[in-house]
Structures are given as structure tokens and as C-alpha cells.
């Protein structure tokens, strides 16, 4: 993927939303998109990794109530450890990364609600260089057939994108 590519879609996941707004009667149904996507973007820093996730809201509302069985309510409490709780649970369940054959551990730090998407924050600690990352994600792909997770990989001077579906979950980055 190049990054016209990610910008473009980058561009329809902030769109898209505000179109829908702005023509209520364009035929979707409430709560409903036309495009399913993800962005998630790892940086790495010396010392630490940071990664951010964002999602539509109901996507990730209804995600979890999958995953749970439990109903909630994202846009309330941003402070809510319980609602933090079950998004890390949900986002770590499907989305993680293996760098020179060792998984790293993210831990949550926030979450921000901006329109209708919802950016989720975590951070590895003590991060050592590496030569090879693979970048798992199905984020969604148990509720959405069409569902894309875009993945952006910053490390040193070097930016890398991914492009992540029902037909590729998973991909191996080398530098």
C-alpha cells in the first residue's frame, strides 16, 4: 500500500461519517457506515512504542457487545476503567505485534472520542530495536465481511503501511 492509498483512506474514514450527517436520508440505516475501516499506528520511540487505534464507535460498541455479551455505552465516562477495560480486552484480542519473534506487550493509556470514531492509546515499555514486526489485525472481521484495517508503521526514519482484510490478517514488515 502506498501512502496515497492510506491517506485516501484515511480521508473516506473521516468523511464518510460527516457526509452521512449532513444527508440524513441518504438510505443508511442509524449507527450504520458505508465503508468499515480501521487506522492503527505503531511509532517507535527509543524506550517505548506508542500505538493508536482508531475505530468507529458503534463498530467497536457493537464489537465488544459480540465479544461480551454485555451492552455499552463508549461515549459516556471517558475516565470509565470498567468501558476501558472491556476495549482493551476486545482491542488486544485482536490486534498484536511479534517483533523478532517476541510478542510485545501494550499496555491501554486512554481513549478519545472524536466524532464517530473512538482512538484507543497504549504504550510498550522498554522497547529494543528490531529487524522484523509482524503486525497482526482482524479487527471486526467477525461482524464485517468488507471490514479493512489500515496499519502504519513508523521506526526510525522509515514509514510502512499495511493493508489488512478478511483474505490477510497478518504481515511481516522487515527493516
Not at 436520508?25 to 450504520?32: Q, T
Not at 475501516?37 to 527509543?46: A, D
Not at 493508536?52 to 464489537?63: V, Y
Not at 461482524?143 to 522509515?158: A, K
Request: glycine share 4%; hydrophobic share 40%.
Amino acid at each position: 500500500m502506498n501512502g496515497l492509498q492510506f491517506f485516501l483512506g484515511l480521508f473516506l474514514f473521516v468523511i464518510i461519517p460527516q457526509v452521512k450527517l449532513l444527508a440524513p436520508n441518504n438510505g443508511y440505516e442509524a449507527g450504520k457506515h458505508a465503508i468499515y475501516i480501521s487506522v492503527c499506528e505503531l511509532e517507535y520511540q527509543p524506550e517505548s512504542i506508542q500505538i493508536k487505534i482508531k475505530t468507529f464507535t458503534n463498530d467497536l460498541e457493537d464489537a465488544i457487545h459480540n465479544q461480551t455479551g454485555e451492552a455499552v455505552s463508549i461515549d459516556g465516562n471517558l475516565e470509565s476503567s470498567k468501558v476501558n477495560n472491556m476495549i482493551s480486552e476486545y482491542l488486544l484480542s485482536h490486534v498484536n505485534f511479534v517483533a523478532d519473534a517476541k510478542k510485545l506487550e501494550l499496555q491501554f493509556k486512554k481513549r478519545v472520542k472524536e466524532s464517530d470514531a473512538t482512538w484507543a492509546y497504549f504504550e510498550v515499555k522498554n522497547a529494543k530495536d528490531f529487524k522484523e514486526l509482524e503486525v497482526n489485525n482482524d479487527l471486526f472481521l467477525e461482524l464485517f465481511e468488507t471490514q479493512l484495517n489500515v496499519v502504519s508503521v513508523s521506526y526510525n526514519s522509515e514509514k510502512k503501511f499495511l493493508r489488512l482484510d478478511k483474505n490477510k490478517t497478518k504481515d511481516i514488515l522487515k527493516f
